[in-house]
């Protein structure tokens, strides 16, 4: 607010941007009108497709992670817009500090949820981490991130005047918006390293290949590096202070924020698991085998050619949980593991 003193009383006028300089507002530039209205059309486009998709697939944790973090970017984009005309209005501050801070921790939930499917189709032996185990590890890092950064938000947007209290409470609240991101950053390179080591061993092996996996696992490393990238940025750019140089400059803004999380929330839809996994979505909850233990490794070295597995497991779905025996042939060159089943031993006909 300016102020202006008549008779020694003052009284408070509302900030314009007639009345007080870019320097008193919320940022020290008036966004674009032009480039905001787009992101934000291209995240609600991108919004009703993840819709679509998620439904025709039932692909349900996936597509509430996507749809929570979209929505946020279009609330934040939103935010930006109104701040064109009048970089003043406080109330705009929750809907573009902590709206665009907090969205992309969905994306991430729904990169990690993405992965550990694909895991699932492809191959888990060779993971260093159980498909379901992946989901609950970055996950649950990712719910702290999220934590983090909207508890940072709410005090920032909250600290209002220009007292040394409320300075000090918006700074505090700017320092914990910065753990949370430094720690999403620390997660996303975990799980980039995580996902790198899967993908190399599991090329390197011997499995089936799905020729739809070409776009899914491109799609998360991708994503998972544009959403790293942002992470980064935004680190800085609160670490200098919403005055700096860095935070100053709306084309370091739109690019190292805007842009890459329209590449992540592109790939991601390009490569919507929906369309490329070939399995159910909903991993197993339990897996029952039939009693006694098979060692494959000794049958193989007791001279059979192949080892046949007969597996009884129980599948929850949306419809019902229902049960189903799978016949399983396991090529010598891939008998590396110990089931609990009933198995059959055999020779391939001369």
């Excluded at 700074?171 to 914990?176: A, E, K, P, R, W």
Aim: charged share 10%.
């Amino acid at each position: 607010m300016s102020t202006n003193t008549t008779s020694g009383t003052k009284t408070y006028v509302p900030c314009t941007l007639q009345t007080c300089p870019l320097s008193e507002g919320i940022i020290t530039y008036q966004p674009n009108v032009g480039a905001n209205a787009l992101f934000a059309a291209l995240f609600g486009l991108l919004l009703l497709v993840q819709l679509g998709l998620g439904v025709r697939y039932k692909t349900w944790s996936f597509l509430i992670a996507m749809s929570c973090g979209l929505i946020l970017e279009i609330v934040g984009y939103v935010g930006r817009v109104q701040l064109h005309n009048n970089p003043f209005i406080s109330n705009a501050l929750p809907r573009y500090l902590v709206c665009l801070t907090i969205a992309p921790a969905f994306l991430t939930a729904a990169i990690y949820v993405s992965f550990s499917r694909v895991v699932h189709s492809c191959d888990a032996r060779c993971s260093w981490i159980r498909p379901k185990t992946i989901s609950i590890i970055f996950m649950t890092s990712d719910f702290f991130c999220l934590a983090l950064q909207a508890v940072g938000g709410a005090i920032t947007s909250t600290s209002g005047g220009d007292s040394e209290g409320a300075k000090t409470m918006r700074q505090t609240g700017v320092n914990i918006m910065i753990a949370g991101l430094s720690l999403q950053v620390v997660s996303l390179f975990l799980f980039i390293l995580n996902a790198g080591v899967y993908a190399w061993r599991w090329q390197a092996s011997a499995g089936p290949r799905q020729e739809t996996l070409i776009l899914t696992l491109p799609g998360i490393f991708i994503s998972s590096v544009t959403i790293f990238v942002r992470s980064a940025f935004r680190v800085a750019e609160l670490r200098e202070g919403f005055q700096s140089p860095l935070a100053s400059n709306e084309v370091s803004y739109m690019v190292l924020e805007g842009a890459m999380i329209i590449i992540a929330c592109l790939t991601l839809t390009v490569g919507h698991p929906g369309l490329c996994l070939t399995i159910p979505w909903k991993i197993p909850r339990s897996i029952s085998l039939q009693s006694r233990n098979v060692d494959i490794r000794a049958a193989i070295a007791r001279g059979f050619d192949f080892v046949c597995v007969l597996v009884k497991f129980t599948c929850t779905q949306p419809k019902g949980t229902r049960e189903a025996t799978a016949l399983v042939l396991h090529p010598p060159a891939a008998c590396q593991m110990r089931v609990n089943a009933h198995g059959m031993t055999g020779h391939v006909p001369a």
